[in-house]
């Protein structure tokens, strides 16, 4: 069966830090697509970054990356100089077909 | 354009009565979806339409039903609301561009059963 897990219910990271947020999945289909997905107090879900199955590079976006391990079944979000606004709610889902399946979320918050 | 708009953002019903979300996207998008998010937990599917006339269960469907009335809109029903269905619900449509399958997400409606 098909499963994110997000094994980091929270997280506190000191502002300009670095951060790392943890995302394995499981799944039997040789193409898929991972995401990530930012969810601030105020309750809408931004996009934030996305990474095929075959694409050979992690992908960046600005202060985000992911570190896409295929062997492994991870695909980590790392934010780099971390920001105050940056403490959100933050989900990681997997493409299936016409479906997204999601993570239960890792709760960051970000200190000054 | 206004990307993916929901009506309404807050209800409160009593156990039994009937509602429907609306959900709308000026997007063209073929795919369109509705979760829900329980407190403390990531989303799940309820329903979700791939295109124009169709429509298919998600992990959770018990209690809805969802019409999606043309390209641009999708519905979802509580037939009889239980006090389980309080949640926030979010309707989102789906644009695969260079193979990527981003979702887009309205605002949410948060509900809540008594």
């Known amino acids: 069966a098909q499963k994110i897990t997000q094994t980091q219910p929270g997280m506190f990271v000191q502002e300009k830090e670095a951060v790392t947020l943890d995302c394995t999945y499981d799944?039997?289909?040789?193409?898929?697509?991972l995401f990530w997905y930012k969810q601030p107090s105020s309750g809408e879900m931004i996009f934030l970054i996305y990474q095929g199955s075959y694409d050979q590079q992690n992908a960046t976006e600005g202060r985000y990356s992911l570190n896409f391990q295929k062997a492994r079944k991870s695909a980590n979000l790392v934010i780099s100089a971390s920001q105050l606004g940056d403490s959100a709610m933050y989900f990681c889902?997997?493409?299936?077909?016409?479906?997204?399946?999601w993570g239960a979320g890792t709760k960051l918050i970000i200190k000054p | 354009n206004a990307g993916v708009t929901q009506t309404p953002k807050f209800q409160v019903l009593k156990t039994g009565q009937s509602m429907t979300l609306q959900c709308a996207q000026d997007m063209n998008h073929n795919s369109m979806y509705w979760y829900r998010q329980d407190p403390g937990m990531g989303l799940r599917l309820i329903y979700y339409?791939?295109?124009?006339?169709?429509?298919d269960k998600g992990e959770v469907p018990n209690g809805y039903n969802v019409s999606r009335l043309n390209k641009r809109e999708f519905s979802l029903r509580l037939e009889s609301a239980a006090p389980s269905q309080t949640s926030v619900y979010f309707c989102?449509?789906?644009?695969?561009?260079?193979?990527?399958?981003?979702?887009?997400f309205g605002p949410g409606t948060r509900l809540t059963v008594l």
């Open positions: 339409s791939a295109s124009e006339g169709t429509t």
């Open positions: 889902a997997m493409d299936s077909n016409y479906q997204l399946i």
């Open positions: 989102a449509s789906k644009q695969i561009v260079a193979g990527v399958g981003e979702q887009f």
């Open positions: 799944t039997s289909d040789p193409s898929y697509g």
